[in-house]
């Protein structure tokens, strides 16, 4: 019988994330069944418990459960912690490991699929929400020279600057009051989703910066719009799904699948 894995939310029709293991599988030869699971608002941990109880080996978790995911799993990864979030479980004797894969896929597709080296360089993340949360550990570990942290009041910015200080060079802001020079200017917020743009000056933007939006969709969305108008290199978030897939793939299974070839594959539908 193969071994069994899900990915749980609410709604979760649209996840891709069946698709993206199944390839995964199939490539690396692995023997497993992967699904959506629809759990109820306020029935998460109950539903993790009867996958379990069915021979569950791991589950992928998306809106709206990571917190309650992070406050169920028996022991937690560092950068779960840190994130305080979880979007991975790891089932291992009964006892259910949670990690935070979202911030290693954002680097890994900067770094390694788009070719941007971190190290050294001048990073701004936009938004202080679970989004911006989840990635800021991962991009300190690439020992870059300065992160900013902004958000519409700074209030929340500072929270996560403060919490990450020990880790690197963490500064807070707000959106009004950005300024300065930036190699690197990531969207983690909500605005896409509904056709906005986060209200930063268009001086932070022009040749030479990578502007990236976690969010992705078959039109570039109204951030890169706006950043590529100004000069800017622009990429969405659908590498940063496959390669946060990838991370989670690698922890259930012990081997790292070729995102190359999957990446390609779900660009191509969403241009169909």
């Not at 770094?111 to 989840?134: D, E, F, H, P, S």
């Not at 870059?144 to 963490?170: H, M, S, W």
């Not at 509904?194 to 109204?222: F, R, S």
């Amino acid at each position: 019988m193969s071994d069994r894995y899900v990915v749980f939310g609410n709604p979760i029709a649209h996840s891709k994330s069946p698709e993206i293991h199944t390839r995964f599988a199939v490539q690396s030869g692995q023997d497993m069944h992967y699904e959506r699971w629809l759990a109820p608002l306020d029935g998460f941990a109950t539903a993790v418990r009867d996958f379990i109880q069915q021979g569950g080996k791991g589950a992928n978790v998306t809106v709206p459960f990571k917190l309650e995911a992070h406050a169920l799993a028996d022991t937690l990864s560092e950068r779960a912690r840190a994130a305080g979030a979880v979007n991975t479980l790891h089932i291992v004797d009964g006892e259910i490991h949670g990690d935070n894969t979202d911030g290693i896929g954002l680097v890994n597709d900067i770094v390694v699929n788009a070719g941007w080296a971190l190290t050294g360089k001048r990073i701004l993340l936009l938004g202080a929400g679970g989004a911006a949360r989840g990635v800021v550990l991962p991009l300190l570990t690439q020992r870059p020279a300065a992160l900013v942290i902004a958000n519409r009041t700074a209030a929340r910015a500072l929270e996560l600057a403060q919490q990450f200080g020990a880790q690197g060079v963490v500064q807070a802001d707000e959106f009004a009051q950005l300024q300065g020079h930036f190699d690197l200017i990531i969207n983690a917020t909500s605005a896409s989703l509904a056709g906005d743009v986060p209200p930063i000056a268009p001086t932070l933007l022009h040749a030479g910066v990578l502007a990236y939006d976690m969010v992705y969709g078959k039109e570039p969305t109204a951030f890169m719009q706006f950043a590529a108008q100004h000069g800017a290199a622009v990429r969405d978030g659908l590498g940063m799904l496959v390669e946060q897939a990838a991370e989670s793939f690698c922890i259930w299974r012990g081997v790292r699948p070729d995102t190359t070839p999957v990446f390609a594959a779900l660009r191509a539908q969403l241009q169909a």
